[in-house]
């Protein structure tokens, strides 16, 4: 409600405001800063000084140190005119990561020098934008709970380039972003349910028998199974994954877990989720009115995962 309301202010006082946006005259803020208030002050003592003794070059000086405020504010607030945001883009993150929101930002007709991007939770990010091609700038947000996660707005900001005044735009990205349930390890009781053979052969599955060969590193994966040596020769975490006789698949369900912590169960599921994912065996899901049959794949890790994000929250 309060974001809606912020919203509709923004858009009376100062225009569209809301990603893909240009920005302009009725939605680019500017105001002294400290420097800036300081320096509108010694000039104007340096007035009242030049008026109270007449001093030719004391007028002199003054007012070529305050043509040269008045070009700064105008170099200032050119920084952010003209800029225009096309989509705001995020990846599904787990619970107390970083969103890696990416702003894509066209019509770039000139250098801008020294545009900081920042949500109201997170570290400034200083970008110089060149101009003749598209840029992407890639802005952090920090998570707190699983759920759908809304950054809010975000804020351009420069004081390029001497510092003396800051021009701003506050804009409402729309963008709401996945966060799943953080993966605790720990044991979860979990039913087997029968897989089909097909021509009376067996299958195989991954397991704990025979080596299949490695596969990236997944959150929740055990490190007895990092294979340290691809990592120590530069090749990134990996882990190795064995075969096994694909008599059945996992059945996950929250009511098996013991213990009255919601988040908790979740956080477990998820472990067990990912590790049964990155084993390539089959898995189902079994929460308060929702069932998935046991399957694989990124398509079906996907689903249970949104589904363990957004259990509980209406």
């Known amino acids: 409600m309060t974001s809606a309301i912020a919203r509709t202010f923004y858009r009376f006082v100062g225009g569209n405001t809301t990603v893909p946006v240009t920005l302009g005259l009725r939605n680019i803020y500017i105001l002294p800063t400290g420097y800036g208030m300081l320096y509108l002050t010694v000039l104007g003592a340096m007035l009242i000084g030049s008026i109270n003794y007449n001093n030719n070059l004391g007028f002199l000086l003054t007012f070529l140190l305050g043509s040269l405020g008045l070009t700064a504010m105008m170099h200032t607030y050119s920084m952010l005119y003209g800029l225009r945001l096309v989509s705001a883009t995020a990846m599904p993150v787990f619970a107390g990561e970083s969103v890696e929101v990416d702003l894509r930002v066209a019509d770039i007709d000139r250098h801008r020098i020294g545009v900081c991007w920042h949500f109201k939770t997170a570290d400034h990010i200083r970008v110089d934008l060149r101009p003749g091609k598209p840029a992407c700038v890639r802005v952090h947000a920090q998570t707190g709970h699983r759920g759908l996660f809304e950054p809010g707005w975000l804020r351009i900001v420069c004081d390029y380039p001497l510092g003396l005044f800051q021009a701003w735009a506050r804009i409402n990205t729309d963008l709401q ?61 990996h882990t190795k994954t064995f075969a096994e006789e694909a008599g059945a698949g996992l059945m996950l369900d929250i009511e098996d877990i013991k213990g009255d912590d919601t988040e908790r169960k979740l956080s477990i599921l998820c472990f067990h989720l990912l590790r049964a994912h990155h084993l390539r065996r089959s898995f189902g899901l079994r929460l308060a009115g929702l069932t998935f049959p046991a399957a694989n794949g990124r398509v079906h890790r996907d689903r249970c995962l949104r589904a363990l994000a957004l259990y509980g929250t209406g």
Not at 183 to 192: E, H, M
């Open 177 to 237: 972003c996945l966060v799943y349930p953080r993966p605790v390890s720990a044991p979860a009781p979990c039913a087997t349910t029968p897989s089909s053979h097909r021509d009376g052969n067996i299958a195989q599955t991954a397991g704990v028998d025979d080596f299949l060969g490695l596969s990236a590193y997944q959150p929740g994966d055990s490190p007895g199974r990092i294979h340290w040596q691809a990592y120590s020769r530069g090749r990134g975490l």
